[in-house]
């Protein structure tokens, strides 16, 4: 069972920073499988109910993303971890400190116990 992948959904709100840096660092990762969505009606790519259907873990960059996915996805996350990494909107896309950032709150999740 080691070989199975667990599959992540990174959210953020439009999708162009903190969500796609979170999949970038993780996308060669053997452990996952890694995506990225936004909240927002114009993000790069819109979360939809398949994206939570896919994954395993739901990883929000702040509560707003939670509360959204609540809202809106309810019945699709009802039995599916949805953890808020607490990423604030201040950094660029692959900014070290984003990595480091995200790095620190994602491992203690995936890392085997």
């Not at 990494?85 to 660029?92: G, K, V």
Request: glycine content about 4%; proline content about 5%.
């Amino acid at each position: 069972m080691a070989d199975v992948k667990i599959k992540l959904l990174f959210v953020c709100s439009r999708n162009q920073w903190r969500s796609p840096t979170a999949e970038k660092t993780y996308h060669k990762d053997p452990r996952v499988d890694a995506r990225s969505r936004g909240t927002a009606r114009g993000a790069v790519r819109t979360l939809a109910a398949g994206d939570l259907q896919w994954a395993d873990m739901v990883l929000v960059m702040e509560q707003k993303h939670r509360r959204y996915i609540a809202s809106h996805f309810g019945q699709l996350v009802q039995h599916k971890p949805v953890h808020v990494l607490d990423i604030p909107d201040d950094y660029q896309y692959m900014d070290d400190e984003l990595v480091d950032a995200i790095r620190t709150a994602v491992e203690p999740l995936i890392s085997p116990r």
